[in-house]
């Protein structure tokens, strides 16, 4: 079926390939910075009916607003808090992410990561790179996995696989989620703060936007206390920064090991200057084989939508606009 007729907008970054993809595919317009948008001819505009997004390219109420025909957006990601939903829902505009391919690249990252902070590997690393070992041996870690609780804030499918590696290394886990999951044994710890005075580990698995916005905040890294290690694979906007970089200067808490930050690419100078900090460049599910996963995923949705059927993976607040899409 020839789909080039389509209009598509294709804002944000996206891997060459799929780039390739969608341009072969559809009539794909794509732009890197918003300001862009006011570029495009206004008859343009009223043509797209689909958005491939980008990581990171905000899809507000206004954009929506000036795309009379939009039907889908097909984000590449598992994370879509920059997107306008209500705005989305009221128009039947469906929109979709890429759960699951990414979901065991992600956990293993946050064990990895917290392997890195609680162990020091990274600063062992260093150690050895800048000749120190031979002047004297590697103190010992002030922390270890052996005598620590991990608790979990959020526990979806990226928080249950790394809930199952823990229990293979035979940490223990507890957990907190708005209400308890049947299908999860852990201990649920209905207030946040209850759980950060109980574990050593605070580890951040939950979806970004205005419910989550700095939930981890000065009260919570206090519970947490002296001996905690905070580590964030949400979002930057999850984690009060400002609050986490004075818990650290403070020795509030013992650590961090941080994927995200508030303002990526920037990370703040104090968090880089501290050296008992692990600071990973947002590198989740950056790995070949899942970033293909994803590209094809994002292509999926889209072909599926442009033929008429369900897109395969509507997020949860636009499900009834995808079985709107289907009926029409």
């Given at each position: 079926?020839?789909?080039?007729?389509?209009?598509?907008?294709?804002?944000?970054?996206?891997?060459?390939?799929?780039?390739?993809?969608?341009?072969?595919?559809?009539?794909?317009?794509?732009?890197?910075?918003?300001?862009?948008?006011?570029?495009?001819?206004?008859?343009?505009?009223?043509?797209?009916?689909?958005?491939?997004r980008g990581a990171h390219f905000a899809i507000p109420r206004a954009l929506i607003d000036r795309l009379p025909k939009l039907e889908i957006v097909a984000n590449f990601g598992v994370g879509y808090d920059g997107i306008n939903l209500k705005a989305a829902a009221e128009r039947d505009i469906v929109v979709?992410?890429?759960?699951?391919?990414?979901?065991?690249?992600?956990?293993?990252?946050?064990?990895?990561?917290?392997?890195?902070?609680?162990?020091?590997?990274?600063?062992?690393?260093?150690?050895?790179?800048?000749?120190?070992?031979?002047?004297?041996?590697?103190?010992?870690?002030?922390?270890?996995?052996?005598?620590?609780?991990?608790?979990?804030?959020?526990?979806?499918?990226?928080?249950k696989a790394i809930a199952r590696r823990l229990d293979g290394m035979a940490v223990p886990v507890v957990y907190h989620t708005r209400r308890p999951l049947a299908d999860v044994a852990y201990r649920h710890y209905p207030d946040l703060l209850d759980m950060a005075r109980?574990?050593?580990?605070?580890?951040?698995?939950?979806?970004?936007?205005?419910?989550?916005?700095?939930?981890?905040?000065?009260?919570?890294?206090?519970?947490?206390?002296?001996?905690?290690?905070?580590?964030n694979m949400a979002r930057g906007s999850v984690v009060d920064e400002a609050a986490l970089i004075k818990a650290l200067q403070d020795k509030t808490i013992l650590t961090a090991g941080l994927d995200v930050y508030a303002n990526e690419p920037h990370v703040p100078a104090e968090l880089i200057a501290m050296e008992h900090v692990v600071l990973f460049p947002h590198l989740g599910s950056a790995s070949v084989h899942t970033r293909r996963q994803m590209d094809?995923?994002?292509?999926?949705?889209?072909?599926?939508?442009?033929?008429?059927?369900?897109?395969?993976?509507?997020?949860?607040?636009?499900?009834?606009?995808?079985?709107?899409?289907?009926?029409?």
């Open positions: 079926m020839a789909l080039a007729k389509i209009d598509i907008l294709v804002p944000g970054q996206l891997p060459k390939k799929t780039q390739e993809t969608l341009a072969d595919r559809f009539a794909a317009v794509r732009i890197t910075e918003p300001e862009e948008l006011d570029q495009l001819a206004a008859d343009l505009l009223t043509r797209f009916r689909g958005i491939a979709t992410n890429t759960p699951d391919v990414l979901t065991e690249e992600v956990a293993d990252t946050a064990i990895g990561l917290l392997l890195c902070t609680a162990r020091e590997f990274v600063a062992a690393e260093r150690f050895v790179r800048a000749g120190k070992w031979l002047e004297r041996g590697y103190p010992l870690s002030r922390a270890s996995l052996r005598n620590r609780t991990v608790g979990l804030l959020g526990m979806g499918r990226i928080g109980a574990v050593d580990v605070l580890l951040v698995i939950v979806p970004g936007g205005a419910q989550t916005q700095n939930i981890i905040n000065r009260e919570v890294l206090e519970a947490l206390g002296p001996e905690g290690i905070l580590i094809q995923l994002v292509v999926d949705n889209l072909l599926a939508w442009a033929e008429g059927k369900p897109p395969l993976t509507p997020v949860p607040e636009t499900v009834a606009a995808a079985k709107a899409l289907a009926r029409a």
